[in-house]
């Protein structure tokens, strides 16, 4: 997309969720103000001019929505939940970025019952964030048909091989980073058994069928991340030797990149973004087909933490890739939004 010298970018984003995509969003602001452009953060549809204490870290401008100037020297960038926002400007050029593919709002070749989540998902953030006196409202995702004229920036090869599918045009990657502190922090050089423990850390935000049997054995010790600063998190990885992910998988997902990075084994479902070797780029043996198979699940959860030294260095590439992400995204920024001198 070229960007002029007076280019603005408004990059939309729900007013007080913290949870990956919301993050994301606000690591686009921070990384793009740190290379000369001029990016604004805009929570749909609100005044507030305040970020949520998480995301401070990032110092991002936040405008408010009524001082968005729709003109086509300006950027419009909405995550794929939310291109519904679309409908209210005419002249901003307009993006996508695609943090995952499953809550794309606009999805209609899923069951019913599945739609109806997805869209009972955008009211539930529509009615807790949007003010009672402005314009704007939930008037259905933008038009399948007119998204193919937009830009697309994709943080998975999964949402990327969809996007082909769908036969999107301008189509990019658009991988983010792990948050500051985990690069603050560095990625762990303690590979050994000695700090290291056998409970297993586990997302209970991403619940599974599979998770729910395991969660009743006596044999298992889990520890579930909830309520947690990102500097416990750091730690808990630090002294255990396997994280487990048998969620959705929509998009790459966080936390399995971050126990990664901080010397942990993994084991995942084989499913959606965990199927191909760049989000989850792991050994495939350690994406497990039959994932709801509890036997098979434990057999392979038991033969990693008594041998944990025989496999994390299978890990290295996926960790060294991990460390990269943060120079790769700032190269892929200055590839996808090219300044013009005028």
């Known amino acids: ?39 604004n953060m805009v929570y749909f549809f609100s005044d507030n001019l305040k970020c949520p204490e998480r995301f401070e870290k990032y110092n991002p401008k936040v405008i408010s929505f009524k001082d ?38 606009g999805l209609t070749g899923f069951s019913k019952a599945l739609h109806s989540k997805i869209k009972n998902f955008i009211k539930f953030f529509l009615n807790l964030f949007l003010s009672k006196d402005n314009k704007y409202k939930y008037d259905g995702a933008y038009p399948d048909k007119l998204l193919k004229g937009v830009c697309h920036f994709c943080g998975s090869k999964y949402a990327y091989s969809k996007l082909i599918e769908r036969r999107y045009e301008n189509v990019e990657m658009l991988v983010e980073p792990l948050s500051l502190e985990y690069i603050k922090a560095g990625m762990s050089k303690d590979l050994t058994t000695q700090n290291r423990s056998d409970k297993i ?64 084994c993994l084991i995942v479902g084989k499913r959606n973004a ?58 892929s920024i200055c590839k996808v939004f090219v300044k013009i001198s005028e």
Request: glycine share 4%; net charge negative.
């Open 274 to 331: 965990a199927e191909n070797d760049f989000d989850v780029a792991i050994p495939d043996k350690f994406k497990i087909v039959d994932y709801e198979n509890e036997e098979l699940v434990v057999e392979n959860i038991k033969e990693v933490l008594a041998n944990y030294d025989k496999y994390i260095d299978e890990f290295e590439y996926f960790r060294n890739k991990i460390d990269n992400l943060e120079n790769n995204f700032i190269n």
């Open 201 to 264: 850390p586990y997302n209970p935000a991403k619940p599974s069928r599979i998770m729910e049997m395991l969660l009743k054995r006596d044999d298992l010790e889990f520890v579930p991340i909830k309520n947690m600063e990102i500097s416990e998190i750091i730690e808990l990885f630090r002294n255990t030797k396997l994280y487990i992910d048998f969620g959705e998988f929509p998009g790459p997902e966080r936390l399995p990149k971050e126990s990664v990075y901080n010397g942990t």
């Open 1 to 39: 997309m070229e960007i002029f010298q007076d280019t603005e970018i408004y990059i939309f984003c729900p007013e007080k969720s913290v949870s990956g995509g919301p993050d994301a969003l606000h690591q686009l602001c921070y990384y793009l103000t740190q290379n000369g452009y001029s990016a």
């Open 68 to 105: 968005v100037v729709d003109d086509k020297k300006n950027i419009i960038i909405a995550p794929e939940a939310g291109t519904w926002v679309f409908r209210n400007y005419k002249k901003l050029r307009k993006s996508v970025w695609w943090l995952s593919y499953n809550n794309f709002d």
